[in-house]
């Protein structure tokens, strides 16, 4: 039996960039399509033409799309004039966009407070646009603002715009949830009434997540009848953002109530880009991917407790309810100090580590790791450290270069302009096959200045970190008096309790080649300890390169 078609809309490049603090750049809107076209989107919202001239040059060299829609935004013409003679529906016909999607007002008490005109003529207004986009060629939707609070207010006014958007020659009319306040419940039982007057397969949806419900509501209303759903990547959006469609995307193709009895534009291919696609947005708008993000987050195939790995070695439909390369995502076995021989022993295979379950070795591992998180050590995010500790305890980390000491100068004053700044110097001592070496580094804070002195020359290792910098820093106080009092290891008293907090460093870091990589430092003074990172960081660059070992320290 053949498998009904489901149309995706991504509206990422203009409802997405109301986002506070997203500000795309042509460019990105470009690059963002393009990755949106390799996914298998079926329509890709450019933006509105005209509305800024961010959008106004994108429209003009709009990118080159293999398969999807480009659509362009806008609105119904205005009271008052015709749609032959209205500048906003010019803007959008004189686009390059085949596919055109304008708002029109579907609340009776939006159409008498905002609008200000007689309900009768808002329903006039959508008719003559959606006409006047049909009649020149275009593929003419309605996003229906307001739908569901129009239809609690007033059912019969707002089913009669969204059957005169239909009848005027809408090819879609998509149900707008603007003000994110429709529970799954609602939706479904509204949608089913829509469906029954206007056929779903010219009906899609619009979510807004103000109750966390965007992409229920979302699939609810795909239950209820509607055969396009819109959203943007990642569920970027204006308040609490839109529907996020990497979410629904994993849950409609992978998901048998869905995938079996539907059909998207997303291949297999094409689904195994979903975590490229949803960490490349989070790289143009520099910021980190978030962990815990459903099918694609760092987390989502994260396995931690010791009952848990053991299963998932076993069997990963244990504790996974996808394969995590169906999306283009991998699992992870972290290591801390719920962690058992099963976690320890498959994270060292991840490194390309093996040993025998029952080498004494593990033990000492699983130790270790449980003695380090107790005094504030954290291996969940620090792949790097995790390594070179199990290499170290393994002996198999040489010693490249030695620290003997570094200091760090901070000092605020006026510049040559009479301007307060405030400038940062660190000096490290090193040596290098018995050569003592002193660098000098500036930074506009410690941890750049001591980044900056540390790696300013290393002799012979030079070459190896050359293109190695610093992308990411994050600091983590801790609370460990309380926990060192209880005395849970026997060696607490490397901690005395009440001593206050500890401070943890994680630094990643990247290279020319595109590798990152994370290390930690754990100490009571936030300089020692992102001394520690960022000297982890060079030793395992050094170390996967293959940097051949030093002679040791001068007598």
Known sequence: MSKERLYLYDTTLRDGAQTRGVDFSVEDKRNIAQALDRLGIDYIEGGWPGANPTDSAF?????????????????????????????????????????????????????????????????????????????????????????????????????????????????????????????????????????????????????????????????????????????????????????????????????????????????????????????????????????????????????????????????????????????????????????????????????????????????????????????????????????LMARRVLGQVPDYFFVDSFKVLVERRYNARRELVTVSEAIVRVQVDGQKMLSVGEGNGPVNALDAALRQDLGKYQRYIEDLELVDFKVRILQLGNAAAEGTLNNVDRWQAGTGAVTRVLIESADGAGNRWSTLGVSPNIVDASFQALTDAIVYKLYRDGAPAGTGPAE
């Open 59 to 387: 429209f003009a060299a709009p990118p080159a799309l293999k398969r999807a829609r480009f659509t362009a935004f806008g609105m119904t013409r205005r009271p008052g004039r015709s749609a032959d003679n209205d500048p906003g529906l010019a803007a959008l016909t004189d686009s390059r966009a085949k596919v055109i999607c304008i708002v029109g007002k579907t609340w009776d008490f939006q159409v008498d407070v905002a609008l200000e005109i007689p309900r009768p003529e808002n329903i006039e207004i959508i008719a003559d646009s959606i006409a006047h986009l049909a009649g020149k060629g275009h593929e003419a939707m309605l996003d229906a603002e307001h739908f569901f609070d129009g239809y609690k207010a007033n059912p019969s006014y707002a089913l009669d715009c969204v059957k005169a958007a239909h009848a005027a020659g809408a090819r879609w009319v998509v149900l707008c949830d603007t003000n994110g306040g429709t529970l799954p419940h609602e939706i479904e039982r509204i949608v089913a009434d829509v469906v029954a007057a206007v056929p779903g397969i010219n009906l899609g949806i619009h979510c807004h997540n103000d109750t966390d419900n965007a992409v229920a509501n979302s699939l609810a209303a795909v239950r209820a009848g509607v055969r396009q759903i819109q959203g943007t990547l990642n569920g970027l959006g204006e308040r609490c953002g839109n529907a996020n469609l990497v979410s629904l995307i994993g849950t409609l193709c992978l998901k048998p109530d869905f995938a079996e009895r539907f059909e998207t534009g997303v291949s297999p291919e094409g689904l195994r880009l979903l975590t490229q696609t949803s960490r490349m947005l989070d790289e143009v708008l520099n910021r980190s991917p978030n962990r815990n993000a459903p099918y694609v987050g760092q987390a989502a195939f994260a396995h931690k407790g010791g009952l848990h790995v053991s299963a998932v070695l076993k069997n990963p439909a244990t504790y996974e309810h996808v394969p995590p390369e169906a999306v283009g995502n991998e699992r992870q076995v972290l290591v801390s100090d719920q962690a058992g021989k099963s976690n320890i022993l498959a994270r060292l295979r991840d490194v390309g580590i093996e040993l025998p379950p029952k080498d004494t070795r593990v033990d000492r591992l699983l130790e270790e790791v449980k003695e380090r998180e107790f005094l504030g050590y954290s291996y969940d995010g620090a792949d790097a450290s995790f390594e």
